[in-house]
């Protein structure tokens, strides 16, 4: 009976209880959260920024409250409770409810999206955000939610293209061919080079087609820093097409004789030198060569006819190009200004050699000789012209060898 009665009593005081709170909910005149004294009932609508046990964050872009209540971060929550203290701003809950973004003081940012360890909004300054969003890396976005403690908190947004055009210090993505795969790496968009900086250790090949997306900095040649392997994508192999035909950026192909050979090749079907490959005077070279802007560069070279196997010319000299001339000296003359000639006969044939001072030949008299150079004349007499010593071979021994 005893036990009936404690019962009941504990029933009616939990009723009146919450009689009281339903009672100061639907009767109490809410206060402004900055007004507010200790005690009074405070209504807030915010977005939960941190949560960890029964302590939340709220802010509504403006103000900021402390409930003691574990909530969802992110979420958006309606509030209503009594303040436990005014200067922490701190409410115990009474009633808690979903919030709606209308009474939110939201801020807006337009940038691109960027992530890097995190993910950001680049406007072009770094604003930190809340989360990632599933927009792809470099894209135009438009954003709106609230700041706090330097991070946004995403609300809704609309996402855009890449830029159409670089703008300092913002992402831009490059389309185009490698056209120098050094430190910086050199890509060519169809119009104009553009400096890449890689990251460390990564490197692309030569004639790639990439698509590279990084911050662009806007000096005399617009420069590219790339921060993530991710951002670069190889997309396939320049064009390929026949040598006379390319334009920059293509991969140029053919087969031509080497009309001077240093430190870049010359070649017959050309104007443009070749350069990252070794060849001779006269070989024959079949190439497949990544055009630049004044120059070919060496993909995939070989030698296609060696100058050796060139036929001896000597009694039909009259060719385009490197010609291979045989014979043995018959006469030297060297002339007081250190200019020489060399008759060269082979059976009934001749031609003169044409001996510069600066190839610093030491010919007699009777050896045989090999020489690939350039028909040419003296006083109207045939003769040949060679470029440098190494063209000159002396009883089966290359000078230059």
Known sequence: MVKDRVYAVVLISASLMMLGAAYIIGS?????????????????TGICVYSKGDFSVLTDGLGTVTVYKGLIEGKIYTIQGKVVNKKRKSVYPLRITNGSTEELHLSYL???????????????????????????KG???QAKGVIYGGTFYVISFEVGDFLAKPKD??????VGVVLDNRTPTIIWNGKEKIKVYLPYRFSLKLGDKVEILG???????????VNSIDDV???GKAERKAIGEEEIGDIAYGSCQVTKAGKGLSLKCTDLKLYAYSARTGDIVEFEALRREHSLVCLNCSVKLPREKLENSICNPEHEGVIKIEGRISWIRIYKNGFGLANITNNKCWILLKLRKSLNLEL?????????????THRGKPALEVHSRDDVCLE??????
């Open 28 to 44: 109490e005149k809410y206060s402004n959260i900055e007004d507010a004294q200790k005690g009074d009932i405070v209504v807030f």
């Open 110 to 136: 337009s940038g691109v999206y960027w992530n890097d360890h995190s993910c950001y909004i680049l406007t072009p300054q770094k604003v930190k955000l809340d989360r990632c969003l599933n927009v792809q």
């Open 139 to 141: 894209a135009e976005i």
């Open 169 to 174: 210090n913002f992402p831009y993505r490059v």
């Open 215 to 225: 911050i662009a900095r806007l000096y005399s040649t617009l420069t590219l820093y």
């Open 233 to 235: 994508k190889i997309t």
């Open 364 to 376: 007699k008299e009777n050896q045989t000789i090999t020489a690939f150079g350039i028909y040419t």
């Open 396 to 401: 089966n021994s290359c000078l230059g060898s």
